[in-house]
């Protein structure tokens, strides 16, 4: 699947789920596109124009200018990737995929829990993406290593992931904004005992921020460590976001 199709897939699903009866014709309508056309970007008949990825990013209401960059840099892949087929390009545009989308690390921590079925439709519901996203993100985890299927039983090889090429800060921006656009999207949906979401505002020394990050990051791990003691049922996502509220000037 073409990494620009992948976006527009997430993108309709996101949309659907705050509109059930969103249609493809609708979203195309949004998109400002003729849905013919969006079933060839969809399917990869077609690649995108930068023009209409322009289009798109601002038919969908995102960031102009980090989500436009986002979205070029797939469509150079995929570009890319029509012109060859070199297991290596493969395998960079694949470690490029999982550093970006959230749904890669949330498949192999579902591995971990109990009754994981490897089923495209099975994880697909379970964490809410598109069936044929998650059958692309399945064979890119395994293409990595990252899974290993021996005798029907599925292990998350718990292998580093070590990039062999820069990802594009802007992408990273929107692996992060993932996150967060997912803790908005379930704030309605997932009841209060089975959440946690409170901030706190405070007057800080900046020179702290290194000394802040450290206690942050050991805080993950062992937050992570605790909630995943005993039998697993389900997968989590931690987000701890520190960032100013004034105006900050170097």
């Not at 070590?162 to 656009?181: C, G, M, W, Y």
């Amino acid at each position: 699947m073409n990494k620009s199709s992948e976006f527009l897939i997430n993108e309709y699903h996101r949309r659907k789920l705050n509109s059930p009866g969103l249609t493809n014709a609708q979203f195309a309508d949004i998109l400002g596109i003729p849905s013919s056309r969006l079933s060839d970007y969809i399917n990869g008949r077609r690649i995108m124009t930068l023009p209409i990825a322009k289009q798109v990013v601002k038919g969908l209401n995102l960031d102009i200018v980090d989500d436009f960059e986002h979205l070029k840099t797939l469509i150079e892949s995929d570009r890319n990737k029509r012109k060859t087929l070199l297991p290596e390009t493969q395998l960079k545009e694949d470690e490029f995929s999982v550093i970006c989308d959230w749904y890669h690390f949330a498949i192999l921590a579902l591995i971990t829990t109990k009754n994981f079925r490897l089923d495209a439709h099975w994880i697909g519901e379970r964490i809410n993406i598109p069936v044929d996203v998650a059958a692309a993100a399945i064979e890119r985890l395994v293409r990595l290593g990252l899974i290993e299927v021996n005798g029907g039983e599925v292990v998350a090889t718990q292998k580093n992931l070590e990039t062999t090429h820069n990802i594009p800060s802007e992408s990273l921006r929107r692996s992060h904004k993932q996150s967060l656009v997912q803790v908005i999207d379930n704030l309605d949906r997932v009841p209060t005992d089975l959440r946690d979401v409170t901030s706190i505002t405070f007057p800080m020394n900046r020179k702290k921020i290194p000394e802040a990050k450290r206690l942050i990051r050991n805080f993950r791990r062992k937050m992570a460590g605790l909630l995943g003691q005993g039998p697993k049922n389900e997968v989590y996502n931690l987000n701890v976001q520190l960032f100013p509220v004034t105006k900050v000037t170097k």
